[in-house]
Structure formats: structure tokens, C-alpha cells
């Protein structure tokens, strides 16, 4: 709606509103939750010791270092996903948003699907998990690419696969 009524400055007009929205709200409807008596003066050199402990901590930095390529491809996917439907597939930019929707859809999916897992397996077998869906749906679109037998049905496919896969590693 605000694509075909106001322009695509509107967009980004509306979402830097909201988020002022969301700032106000955080800043006048919750209230501090640490007691004052255990909250302590910001350090920076305190705040990089504990990062630096973090990243020699391998139990830590490999799920984090999968999680942050994980989301690298979401964003490459939100970067290109305009040019790549709406310019190589000739996907109208009325339409552009139920394709971006579909993807999306499977992000929400993933992550309720994530949330019943998490019960039942190691959170390492569900990162693993995400990471192969993503693995193998970037793969997929690599041969199509390649082949030059990429349809529009089937780069969707492996676009699902790749956003889905950050429901499952995020």
C-alpha cells in the first residue's frame, strides 16, 4: 500500500515512525529490573575483557560464528531478493511482497518449529540442522545458476531453504 500510494521514501518514513514508537515505549513503559545495588558503572575495559573471554570460549564462538553466517545470509537474501525476483524473474513490485512474504512465513515457521525441538534434542543438533537446510538450498541455487535452469519456482524454493534455516539457527 505504501509502495503504490506514497512512494518508496514511505517505506522508510513509516518504519523509522514506528521505531521511535518502540523507543518511546521502552523508555517510558518499563523500569529498570536489576536491583540497584547489584548494577554496576559501565567499564569499557570490564566489556571487553568479558567479550574477549567469550571468543576464547569455543563452546561459545563456533555456535555464534555459525548463528552470525547464518544471519549474513539472510541479509545477502534481503539485499538481493529485489533484484533477484523483480529484475531476473520480472516479479512486479506489487507482487515483490507475497514472494518476500512466502520467505518470511518460513522464518516463522522455523522458529516455532525450533521451539518445539529445543525440548527434544541438543541445541547443537538443531543449529547443525539449520546450517545443512541452508547449506544445501545455497548449493541448490549455485547449480541453477550455473546450469542456467533456474526458474522462478525453483530459486524459491532454495530462497525458502536458505531464510528458513535462520529459524532454526537464530
Known amino acids: 500500500w505504501f509502495l503504490m500510494h506514497l512512494g518508496w521514501h514511505s517505506i522508510f518514513a513509516s518504519l523509522a515512525l514506528f521505531s521511535l514508537a518502540c523507543l518511546a515505549m521502552i523508555h517510558f513503559g518499563f523500569e529498570e529490573t536489576l536491583a540497584e545495588d547489584k548494577r554496576r558503572p559501565l567499564a569499557l575495559k570490564s566489556v571487553f575483557m568479558t567479550y574477549w573471554a567469550l571468543l576464547k570460549d569455543s563452546s561459545f564462538r563456533t555456535p555464534a560464528l555459525a548463528g552470525a553466517f547464518s544471519y549474513a545470509a539472510m541479509f545477502a537474501y534481503i539485499g538481493a531478493a529485489s533484484a533477484i525476483l523483480m529484475d531476473h524473474f ?36 538443531i543449529l547443525h540442522a539449520g546450517v545443512i537446510l541452508q547449506v544445501v538450498s545455497g548449493l541448490w541455487m549455485l547449480m541453477l545458476a550455473l546450469s542456467g535452469q533456474d526458474t522462478l519456482m525453483s530459486v524459491m524454493l532454495g530462497l525458502f531453504g536458505v531464510v528458513a534455516g535462520v529459524g532454526l539457527t537464530g
Not at 514472494?99 to 541438543?122: D, E, K, P, T
Open 90 to 125: 520480472g516479479v512486479l513490485a506489487q507482487n515483490f511482497g507475497w514472494y518476500f512474504g512466502v520467505n518470511a512465513l518460513g522464518v516463522i515457521v522455523m522458529s516455532q518449529v525450533n521451539g518445539r525441538l529445543v525440548g527434544h534434542f541438543h541445541l547443537l543438533k
